[in-house]
């Protein structure tokens, strides 16, 4: 059973949404404000491996569209791709809502080219409550587009792409309408130089944005970029200790995925770092209503149908997020009680993890037969 209360703080004044999750013994706090985000277990309780009562996040594929062209593209999305229908959006969004949803990351493809883009996430936000929010390439950021990310959004990502100048001009438009805006930049072994020379000196339209997030590279079969993963280069150490050392004047994050490397260089309250999070406590939705763990599986695997079942009933009961949730066990690498559990690092691609007992792990890709349901009342520890 989940208790759900909305309303301003006592403290702020920002809007809260306070979850309790009865079955599990936690509670959640979500500010549609600040983006604050906590899970509070009660007293005595381990925290939840995941939440039985529905995602918390959900990662939707608006579109496969893009006119990018980027050689690694893990989606596969160009100008021969499809847009989700507005019936479809409409009944996911109803979905997201019962389950309890407390944001929709909006992804693609390029969202924002969706033809019914504004619409979206005005209706995501006014009529269901939940936050969105969007990556883009940059392109396509009309003048509609950016009164409603304003009004509607809880922030922005922008991909990063050399020569940077579309990059550029899409923060500065995006911070001219007041909207918080991180830059995404993949962590690879050749973008490391790069990276390490905007944390020496940081150039002016990364100043302006509020976060540079680093995303650990994913080396999908199809991939013709030459990138190579970023524990191939022994200065992914410098990067994780530059980046989490020194102070900025916007902010320095990474995805899930780089977990294996800041539990061993980050200098960073243990509480700020988190393993994956995929069928635990997030859902990826393609453009076809097909439900993943995880994004990067999505051209990899068939996904599990939302329709006529259900989202709820995909995520409690579908054997894909059941054994995925399964593969995530505790890691036996003999770490101090008092760090955050990497639970065994990514399980998709193994050979990203930073650390020797991460890459020899199988991919979950290559042993789902040998996975082991995770029963929807169990629970282990995580951080």
């Not at 160009?78 to 847009?83: E, I």
């Amino acid at each position: 059973m989940v208790r759900a209360t909305c309303g301003p703080s006592h403290q702020d004044g920002k809007m809260l949404v306070v979850r309790r999750h009865d079955s599990q013994k936690y509670s959640t706090v979500f500010s549609q404000e600040t983006g604050f985000f906590a899970r509070i277990e009660d007293q005595g309780t381990p925290e939840p491996s995941w939440s039985a009562n529905g995602p918390e996040l959900l990662d939707v594929s608006l579109t496969s569209w893009c006119d990018q062209g980027c050689s690694f593209c893990y989606r596969k999305s160009t100008t021969d791709g499809v847009h989700m229908t507005r019936d479809d959006i409409d009944w996911l969004l109803s979905e997201a809502s019962s389950a309890g949803v407390h944001q929709i990351a909006f992804g693609g493809g390029n969202p924002n080219q969706h033809p019914d883009f504004p619409e979206i996430i005005r209706e995501t936000r006014r009529s269901f409550n939940i936050v969105p929010s969007y990556t883009t390439n940059g392109r396509g950021l009309s003048k509609s587009v950016l009164k409603a990310t304003a009004e509607h959004c809880g922030g922005v990502a922008v991909s990063a792409y050399p020569p940077y100048d579309q990059t550029e001009r899409a923060i500065e438009r995006l911070t001219d309408h007041g909207v918080q805006t991180n830059v995404h930049q993949v962590f690879a072994k050749q973008t490391i130089p790069q990276i390490l020379d905007w944390l020496r000196d940081p150039p002016s339209w990364l100043i302006k944005s509020n976060a540079l997030i680093l995303l650990n590279y994913k080396p999908v079969p199809w991939d013709k970029s030459g990138f190579e993963v970023a524990a191939k280069d022994p200065r992914w150490r410098e990067v994780i200790r530059l980046a989490t050392a020194e102070r900025y004047p916007f902010r320095v994050g990474f995805d899930n995925c780089c977990i294996t490397g800041l539990l061993q260089e980050a200098n960073a309250h243990p509480a700020s770092i988190e393993p994956c999070d995929a069928a635990r406590f997030s859902m990826f939705v393609s453009e076809h209503l097909e439900a993943h763990p995880c994004s990067f599986m999505a051209e990899l695997r068939q996904g599990a149908q939302l329709k006529p079942h259900g989202l709820l009933h995909v995520w409690q009961t579908d054997p894909m997020f059941r054994q995925f949730r399964g593969h995530l066990q505790p890691s036996e690498c003999g770490r101090q009680s008092s760090s955050p559990d990497c639970l065994g690092g990514c399980h998709l691609f193994p050979e990203i993890n930073f650390c020797q007992c991460g890459q020899q792990k199988r991919s979950v890709l290559d042993s789902e037969s040998d996975l082991v349901p995770l029963s929807i009342s169990a629970t282990q520890r995580y951080s």
